[in-house]
């Protein structure tokens, strides 16, 4: 199955990996070997996708990755690899503490709910097809129960979450789950009928499935948002 997300990474890969070749033959690589050219272009491609969805983890560790690939060059060896990585661990957690509840959609469902704009971090919402649920610095497991599901959003950093949706029923025939997972694991518990369609961004993260479906081409769950420094599994029950 196609991934957005991967189409902008192999993208950005290949048309920095053309500014790479084309600034060698100019002569401003000298010294630069093969090998670390090739990670500068992923890193530096890993950056803009990670900027471009503002995910701050995969923002931070590019730059830190980076700095510690070309240490000797910027001059900066006293700060590799060690406090470079520490620094962009707590980066990372700082500014999704600062602007996770700024950034996310989650909860602003209508005039209706009273957590509109709120923190999604520690507020769990079910309004009949659509839900909800937060988990941050800590596990939680979810059920989705509803005759009309429509769409989820399941955000989780520093810690786990399990949903289960074997209660759930797709009345429309397609359904979305919005993922922000970032150091974190989420497992999703889906019936084996559903087929499942990821066009959701990894940033040094994966989706992966586990057992088979024995799906009939319908209902349809859409996985969208993105996965860094996180992994999140497919369980078909």
Known sequence: MKRNGEKIFWGLFFVLGAVFILVGRLGYLQGVGVLTLLLAVLLAACFIKSLIHMEYTGIFFSLAFFAILFDEE?????????????????GSIGFHILFHGRRRRLCAYSKRDPFAGGDCKTVDVEDE???????????S??????????????????GAMKVY????????GSAT??????????????PKEWQVV???SATFGAVDEKNRSKTTGAPVLMLTGSVSFGGVEIIYI
Do not use: W
């Open 74 to 90: 910027l001059g900066i060896t006293a700060l590799t690899p060690g406090p470079v990585l520490l620094a962009a661990l707590f």
């Open 129 to 139: 097809s659509r839900i909800c649920y937060g988990t941050s610095f800590g596990s």
């Open 141 to 158: 497991i979810k059920y989705v129960n509803t005759d009309d599901f429509r769409q989820a959003d399941l955000a989780c950093s520093f």
């Open 165 to 172: 949706f074997d209660n759930a029923i797709i009345q429309s």
């Open 177 to 190: 789950v919005d993922l922000h997972v970032s150091f974190a694991g989420m497992e999703l518990y889906v």
């Open 198 to 200: 990821n066009h959701a």
